[in-house]
Every structure is written in C-alpha cells, then in structure tokens.
C-alpha cells in the first residue's frame, strides 16, 4: 500500500532522445531539402508571401533559428506546409511529397506538444 505514495517518476527523455522521438533532425533534413528545391522557383502567390523568393528567405530564417535554438515553437511551419497551403501554392506538384512529409512529421509534434 505504500507503494502507491512513492511511485516512481517517469524517466526524463534526454533532449537528444527527445529529438529523436519526434523526428527532428529528420524534420530539419526535410526542411534544408524544401528550401533548396524552393529556391529555383521564382514568383508565384501564397497566402502569407508574396511570392516564392519571399517565403524562400522566412524559410531560411526559420531553419536557422530551430538550429542555434532561437525558436522552439514550430507552428507556422504546420501551416506553411499544410495541405493547399503556401508550399502547395508556391511549389505544386514538385513538392508535394516533401511538403506532406514535412507537415506530418510537424503535426505530431504539434499534436503531442501543447501547451497547457
């Protein structure tokens, strides 16, 4: 009956084992992937850019912020790559593997880390 009082704690991911549950590094993989392939378009429209060079420059800011830490909330990244959304608009067909990926990998992530 004691035992109920002193359970023991669930163990504590460490940050990499972290990382690794939630695909992070693949998910930066992906997103160094959709910049390079984003970089050959030109033009076009979206909802949130102006154009595809446009979201081409937030998406590299992005990607360097997640990397040297300065950004831990990945959101708009769920809705830049959600279906129809700025990397269909911008991309199309080309991309649409890599971007469901993305937004897949993103959406858990999102779904399993919210805030309360």
Request: charged residues 35%.
């Amino acid at each position: 009956m004691i035992n109920r009082f002193f359970k023991k704690k669930p163990k504590q991911l460490s940050k990499v084992e972290y990382w690794k549950k939630w695909e992070f590094f693949e998910l930066v993989d992906d997103l160094h992937k959709a910049e390079k392939l984003l970089a050959e378009f030109n033009g076009g429209y979206s909802n949130r850019f102006n154009s595809a060079e446009d979201f081409h420059a937030h998406l590299v800011d992005y990607i360097d912020d997640i990397e040297y830490g300065n950004r831990i909330d990945i959101s708009d990244l769920w809705i830049w790559f959600a279906p129809t959304c700025d990397w269909d608009d911008l991309v199309g067909m080309d991309g649409l593997e890599l971007g469901n990926r993305i937004f897949e990998r993103v959406g858990k992530w999102k779904k399993y880390n919210v805030k309360e």
